[in-house]
């Protein structure tokens, strides 16, 4: 079931963030690192404030367990123009690891493309690891091709990040 987060949500959407990212990504970077990083990136002040600014948090809920969640919003990409007018951007896509390889990936997709300011959008990016190959095959089933590539710091370290756009 998915519903949209509101101000109450953002201490639980937070502790799932924390969550996947440091069972996804936890292991690249040093402890100091990785607890600045998670501090700053996936508190629930972080989400709260992301409310606030006007983007919209999905949570994807199995019985009453948050399992997964996804923030969309503008786009903050280091993008060079052209950039499309009107651009979205899918901040993250997370699922708890214990339910992935259930298709709830490509549903959650699919609910963030029904989403009426992405379908809206005439263009939507997101980034991704250059590792992050599962993803990556996920996103272009959807129609997101890569179009540039960044570096996303996390403390002094840095990952190189794919950027993805479906254009309409």
Not at 2 to 28: P, Y
Request: glycine fraction near 8%; aromatic fraction near 10%.
């Amino acid at each position: 079931m998915f519903t949209q987060a509101t101000h109450a949500d953002c201490e639980a959407v937070a502790a799932l963030a924390q969550k996947t990212f440091l069972e996804s990504f936890g292991h690249l970077y040093r402890p100091e690192n990785r607890a600045a990083h998670v501090a700053e990136k996936f508190s629930t002040e972080f989400f709260t404030h992301a409310l606030e600014a006007g983007d919209t948090i999905l949570m994807l809920h199995d019985a009453a367990r948050l399992i997964g969640y996804a923030k969309v919003g503008h786009l903050n990409l280091p993008m060079k123009p052209p950039i499309a007018r009107g651009a979205q951007e899918i901040h993250r896509v997370y699922i708890d690891k214990e339910f992935q390889g259930r298709g709830l990936g490509k549903a959650l997709m699919l609910h963030i493309l029904s989403l009426p300011r992405i379908a809206a959008a005439s263009a939507v990016y997101l980034g991704v690891w250059e590792e992050n190959l599962r993803a990556q095959h996920l996103y272009t089933l959807y129609g997101f091709e890569p179009v540039g590539k960044y570096l996303y710091q996390v403390g002094d370290q840095a990952d190189q990040e794919i950027i993805m756009a479906r254009v309409r």
